[in-house]
């Protein structure tokens, strides 16, 4: 084994344990889910990836909560896609295949037209074109053993290999936690604004 080798792959290690650190008090100071799934597309990209897409589950669809790209143009296509409201991908996309069982799925070769050729929304289909991602890594986003999401990534060049599997994994675990609790905490406000209404209304 080569000793450089083995330094470097202790300094990366190191360094994403700094970061996945970092990312968590980042996470947990986030105070909406909106705001939640904004932050975890910022911490994806572009520390390990040049694209990401974090799926909300609604249903047997999703509905992308947030994104982001390291090209400003992209990332705007990206954005329409939440617009496009939920959708429900083919069966032979990745996130069906999570749908099924909640575990990654790793496309390496042959990508963009795999994607393309699973899809059916114009606006997925414009980003995914733009993009023309030569790798792309799906995780299931897991809270409280029930499926809440999915966390997308894509490389431009380049596909991902064990270590950043492993990182990215990590990185959806601390997501999906996250996510979770945003959601618990705007339940609750939208409960409290909902008695102070229903107490003005009484009052």
Known sequence: VDHDDVLDGLHRFEQRQQFLAQAGERLASSFGSSETLNQVARLAVPTIADGCILENRVGNGFIAGAAAHVDADIEEMMDEIGKAGVRVPPASHPLIEILGKPSPVLL???????LLG????????KAVQAMNPQSALFLPLVAREQLIGALALFRTKGSFDGDDLGFAEDLARLAALALDNARLHDTVRASLRARDEMLGVVS
Do not use: D, E, V
């Open 108 to 114: 390496q070769s042959n990508t963009t037209s795999r």
């Open 118 to 125: 699973a899809s059916a929304n114009p606006a997925y289909m």
